[in-house]
């Protein structure tokens, strides 16, 4: 059974910085595209950022580009998204989502973690 484990979240003031995490675990044999999407109280999921399986290629919503960066650590199975400047329109709960093959030969299946809150305060 493969997991998403979100980390990292929390309370901080507009202008502050956060690190997101997310920890994959299971039987997973590849990892291929690693994301994080977040969803404010009565608006639809959105991404925020993108990365490909070896790292080398990022895409990002408007609104985060320059303030957020993500990243990977195949090694790890984990992603990362470092947040600067943080503003109040942040508010949300940050899902983590990959793309995870269980073994050679078997696609790949699309997984979601279950969240972690970000707050900003102004």
């Known amino acids: 059974q493969v997991q998403l484990v979100e980390s990292g979240g929390g309370l901080v003031q507009a202008g502050g910085s956060l690190r997101l995490s997310c920890a994959a675990s299971?039987?997973?044999?590849?990892?291929?595209?690693m994301a994080w999407y977040r969803q404010a109280p009565g608006k639809v999921r959105e991404l925020v950022a993108r990365?490909?399986?070896?790292?080398?290629?990022?895409n990002y919503a408007d609104s985060m580009k320059g303030r957020f960066t993500i990243s990977r650590d195949n090694a790890k199975k984990t992603v990362y998204l470092q947040m600067n400047s943080l503003k109040p329109e942040d508010t949300s709960v940050y899902y983590c989502?990959?793309?995870?093959?269980?073994?050679?030969?078997?696609?790949?299946?699309?997984?979601w973690g279950q969240g972690t809150q970000v707050t900003v305060s102004s």
């Open positions: 990365i490909t399986s070896g790292g080398l290629s990022t």
């Open positions: 299971g039987s997973i044999f590849s990892i291929n595209t």
């Open positions: 989502n990959a793309d995870i093959s269980l073994g050679p030969g078997s696609g790949y299946r699309n997984y």
